[in-house]
């Protein structure tokens, strides 16, 4: 196997952009990026998708975290009896769900 001589070897340097999309590295924020336009099939469709899909990420981004009436509402029906909780029953589904045995 020959190996290449100091000066044959690929050299890294800092010049060039990093990320054209945010534009660190050197790249100006007039430099035009390739819009759906230039781009391939698959990054216009993930462009369509985002866009499509930007109504419901804003409302699940304004949903609490936890639905504290529904939390609210479980915990007063297993205080008054109305569910039934089986902590074995629930012990046996983690343990499938996390590849255990049945």
């Known amino acids: 196997m020959k190996t290449k001589s100091k000066g044959d070897r690929m050299r890294v340097t800092s010049n060039g952009p990093l990320n054209p999309v945010t534009g660190a590295g050197g790249v ?3 430099t035009p990026v390739a819009g759906p336009q230039g781009a391939s099939p698959a990054m ?5 998708e985002s866009d499509a899909l930007k109504p419901a990420q804003a409302a699940l981004a304004a949903m609490p975290e936890v639905d504290e ?5 479980l915990r007063d029906a297993l ?3 109305e569910i ?7 012990a046996q589904l983690i343990q499938r769900f996390h590849g ?3």
């Open 28 to 30: 100006s924020a007039e």
């Open 69 to 73: 009436v529904k939390v609210a509402a």
């Open 100 to 102: 255990g045995r049945a």
């Open 84 to 90: 039934r909780f089986d902590a074995n029953r629930l």
């Open 44 to 48: 216009q469709a993930a462009a369509l």
């Open 79 to 81: 205080a008054n009896g």
